[in-house]
């Protein structure tokens, strides 16, 4: 059974740092694009970050290019998403997801998906 368990959500002030990791029991996790996606209270989930299996190529939205850097170690089969200059509007519950074999996008499509964790920017 494929399990994604996201961690590190907080609450931030503005302009603050917080950094997200999701441990991974996936085969094959080098393998498996992996992605961040996010909702907010009201809104439909939005594509945040994505990184490549294959070369490790990564996107981002525009809404958090140069403020979030998304990485990956294959070893430990986790995927990380370190997030600079927070702002109030990055307020949502941010889930992990995979999908084996396929490469990365800007979209949604994925086989699988964590629970989320919580992020708060208060202004």
């Known amino acids: 059974q494929v399990q994604l368990l996201e961690s590190g959500g907080g609450r931030v002030q503005a302009g603050g740092s917080l950094r997200l990791s999701c441990a991974a029991s996936?085969?094959?996790?080098?393998?498996?694009?992996m992605g961040w996606i996010r909702q907010a209270p009201g809104k439909e989930r939005e594509f945040v970050a994505a990184?490549?299996?294959?070369?490790?190529?990564?996107y981002y939205s525009d809404s958090v290019k140069g403020r979030f850097t998304i990485s990956r170690d294959d070893a430990k089969k986790m995927v990380y998403l370190q997030m600079n200059s927070l702002k109030p509007e990055d307020t949502a519950v941010y889930y992990c997801?995979?999908?084996?074999?396929?490469?990365?996008?800007?979209?949604?499509?994925?086989?699988?998906w964590g629970q989320g964790t919580q992020v708060t920017v208060s202004s």
């Open positions: 990184i490549d299996w294959r070369d490790s190529i990564t």
């Open positions: 997801a995979a999908r084996v074999l396929a490469p990365a996008s800007d979209g949604l499509e994925y086989d699988h």
């Open positions: 996936l085969q094959p996790f080098s393998r498996s694009t």
